[in-house]
């Protein structure tokens, strides 16, 4: 995965299990990976040690910060890609509901009950 975010540290905000997945929602995020994250939410399939899927609110270029400050992107084996940008991104609650529904979607977990665990 070429994009991952390069963590160094991070504070969990939230945990999440997900079927055989457990996501955490980080913020306070150092990465050494250049960009700027406000969260990331990473999904780990239960057995392996590095997650498949990352969510991440990251500070939008000043170009792009007309349609927002904050870029939704998802990250995985076969993409890194910006799916919206809007100041929203930037607020925990909103950023946690879309990065689990998208997730789900990605991963093929819809018929998973989402349980927040901490």
């Avoid at 940008?85 to 689990?100: H, Q, S, V």
Wanted: one cysteine or more; hydrophobic letters at 40%; glycine letters at 10%.
């Amino acid at each position: 995965m070429q994009d991952r975010p390069v963590i160094k540290t991070a504070i969990p905000k939230r945990r999440y299990q997900i079927g055989d997945f457990s996501a955490s929602l980080l913020g306070e995020v150092e990465t050494g990976d250049g960009r700027n994250y406000r969260y990331i939410l990473a999904f780990v399939q239960m057995g392996h040690a590095q997650p498949s899927l990352y969510v991440c609110s990251e500070h939008a270029p000043p170009a792009q910060a007309d349609d927002g400050r904050y870029g939704l992107r998802v990250i995985n084996e076969v993409m890194s890609e910006v799916v919206d940008t809007a100041d929203r991104w930037g607020d925990l609650d909103a950023f946690a509901e879309k990065g689990i529904q998208l997730g789900v979607q990605a991963l093929g977990l819809r018929q998973e009950q989402v349980l927040r665990i901490m």
